[in-house]
């Protein structure tokens, strides 16, 4: 696939469109206000997995509405100390998968938290059903309770991630004051999230993310899963202004504003599953100053792979070290 978005340099000057909602501050603030009304009873049951070298938990903790979530937290075997945290999330359809999976963060000497996403579960095994029901939507989640933002999807993502990382915090080998974020796609988004809300962070890992700059990205691109936005709007003519207004409570690039850590981004300019100027549109917003994007010229979206990988492991040991 040839390049189709903005040239690089325009890429590094674009702003997004997108408007944040006058509320957007409480609309989050009631939120997870809401949220902490439910203990948070995370319990972790060791497993036996057959990994020698580090240690897994089978961990529940319980996040919007106090509906139970799933997530492993994976140790260095020999851990016996507060060690750094990654807490990270799982791209689109995905669900926590088999702890062998998740062995990078765990390995460089950190505890790695790991949260199922709810509802979703059918590309990687996942455990946490989704039980709030929402009015018509096409096939995904993008669409499940878009009519306003109180019943949409993501916000009950969004606070189970919030509270997935104060579930992680519970644990007594995790260090609270060196606590990272990170993802993939949409593990990227939840990220993007996670750090516009939680303000004590030290850093975040952010890879070719999905939900930013709704605006652009529901017109540039015809690949799910933004494409399922403008599949329901063909069917619900006239209901574009009301999606919109519901996806600016979600959407990266208001979150990115409100980040208090350093960030480290990733891109692909031949990416038309999350294009890079819906990417940049976050890292452009970004609040903090230390903050880096690595740009892949010829990748889709798996973007960088190993060797952003590596480039992740590396940035992470200067902001958040071992």
Known sequence: MAL???????????????????????????????????????????????????????????????????????????????????????????GRGLPLTHLLWASTGRA????????????????????????????????????????????????????????????????????????????GGIALAVAGLVPDLSAAVVDVPFLCDFPRATTLTDRRPYREIGDYLKAHRGRTGQVLETLSYFDGVHFAARATAPALFSTALEDRTCPPSTVFAAYNAWAHADKQIEVYDFNDHEGGGPDQDAAAVAWLSDRCPV
């Open 112 to 187: 790695h938290f790991v949260m199922d996403t709810r509802g979703q579960g059918s590309t990687t095994r996942g455990g946490t059903p989704d039980p709030v029901g929402t009015g018509p939507s096409v096939p995904g989640f993008m669409t499940r309770g878009v009519e306003s933002p109180e019943n949409y999807f993501y916000r009950r993502v969004f606070t189970d991630a919030v509270r997935a990382v104060e579930a992680a915090r519970t644990h007594p080998l995790t260090d609270a004051s060196r606590t990272a974020v990170g993802g993939a796609s949409q593990g």
């Open 4 to 94: 189709f978005d903005l040239p690089l340099p325009g890429l590094r000057a674009y702003r997004s469109e997108s408007t944040a909602p006058a509320d957007f501050g409480h609309f989050w603030d009631r939120t997870l206000k809401e949220a902490r009304q439910h203990d948070l009873d995370a319990r972790f049951e060791p497993v036996d997995t057959g990994l020698r070298t580090l240690s897994v938990s089978d961990v529940t903790f319980n996040g919007f509405g106090g509906h139970p979530v799933k997530g492993w937290l994976v140790l260095p075997a020999a851990a016996d100390g507060p060690l750094p945290l990654m807490v990270s999330f799982i791209g689109y359809g995905g």
